[in-house]
């Protein structure tokens, strides 16, 4: 589990190619500290697994499923990751609660700077808007963001300069893809709709016809 609210920016060393995925070293320096084995890491918002570590570095296999759904297929070495540790039990929520596994890839539509923010337009396929509302929340790319607008395809985020500063968004432009996990208790609420959905239009229309008869 993680909170969306981003550690670091860290670079990737080494990007290699394995039988059924890929494999990414990433030079975590001081957030390796403690770092074990098995351990979960947010990388850009994905979380992925610790495989190897030695001198401040950590290894991490990445299977064609999550490739096909994040931007991590598209990362060489040279390149920078927002990276969060996994929470420990009593840590301060910030942000909220994200669980690292991605749910598609949106794309920069429009960047709009402004004094002491940045405002950024995300276009995603529609089907994924049901899951945001105004003030709600989303993660892009591992930060834990607030939703400002939403429309047909496209919903909106404001950054502040500590958010641009801390994580990869400050680097982003125009057309480039980032990573997005939606509201995971909206996506519950949304879907125990629809599945009540069906049942409760056939209860109404039963009794309207009942009531229909009861008056023949």
Known sequence: MFTGIVQGI???SLVSDIEGGRKL????DDLSENLEHGASVAVNGVCLTA?????????????QETLNRSNLSALKSGDSVDIERACSYGDEVG???VSGHVDCMGIIKKIYNAPNNRDVVVSCDKKW?????PKGWITVDGVSLTVVD???????????PETLKQTVLGLKTEGQKVNLEFDHTVKVIVHTIERMLP??????????????NNKA
């Not at 070293?25 to 975590?28: A, D, G, K, N, T």
């Not at 049942?199 to 229909?212: A, F, P």
């Open 51 to 63: 495989v190897k570590i030695s001198q401040g570095w950590a290894e991490f296999d990445i299977i």
């Open 95 to 97: 942000g909220h609660h």
């Open 10 to 12: 860290r670079k990737i």
């Open 150 to 160: 939403v429309g047909d395809n496209w919903f909106s985020v404001s950054l502040i």
């Open 199 to 212: 049942e409760i239009k056939e209860n109404v229309l039963s009794n309207l016809k009942n009531s229909g």
């Open 25 to 28: 070293r990433i030079q975590l």
């Open 129 to 133: 808007l049901a899951y945001l509302i």
